[in-house]
């Protein structure tokens, strides 16, 4: 499909623990990934931006900072179970990618230019690289093997 949205993944930033909130190093971490991603889209792309995230805080958390950098409405960060799907062990990967593409669907029809999915771990690698095996940095960017497809 060719005006399919290109897919890019993110792993939650850095966690305080004691809070399962995103620590200060954390945030700052993501404020820098999230400024060197809008200024890579430029300001017509930037604001373009759908952005979903698991349901977890740090994961949220990470969506609002990427939001604010992109311009993006913080209010139109969506929330979808799929992105921890397999942190808490309640789905498997032929789903998470299904889901994934069910999105991207629906942002081909809103004319989305990109989508940034906000996860963990295991999501993000598997929607990264095809497997969840691949270590990701915790603030980091990655494109998606699915915009190979």
């Given at each position: ?14 966690v305080?623990?004691?809070?399962q ?47 604010e ?8 960060v ?14 498997t ?7 994934a ?17 906000v996860g963990h ?8 690289f ?16 699915l915009?190979?497809?």
């Amino acid at each position: 499909m060719s005006n399919r949205p290109h897919l890019f993944v993110a792993r939650h930033g850095n966690v305080d623990h004691s809070t399962q909130s995103l620590s200060p190093e954390g945030r700052d971490g993501v404020t820098f990934s999230a400024a060197k991603f809008a200024a890579f889209l430029g300001d017509e792309l930037s604001p373009r931006t759908a952005i979903y995230t698991s349901e977890l805080d740090r994961a949220i958390q990470t969506g609002e900072v990427f939001a604010e950098e992109l311009g993006v409405d913080p209010g139109k960060v969506t929330q979808v179970g799929i992105l921890s799907y397999l942190t808490e062990e309640v789905g498997t990967p032929e789903e998470l990618v299904a889901g994934a593409q069910e999105i991207l669907g629906q942002e081909a029809s809103a004319r989305t230019p990109q989508v940034l999915m906000v996860g963990h771990m295991t999501e993000v690698s598997l929607l990264a690289f095809g497997t969840g095996a691949e270590h990701v940095k915790p603030g980091k960017i990655y494109p998606s093997y699915l915009n190979n497809q």
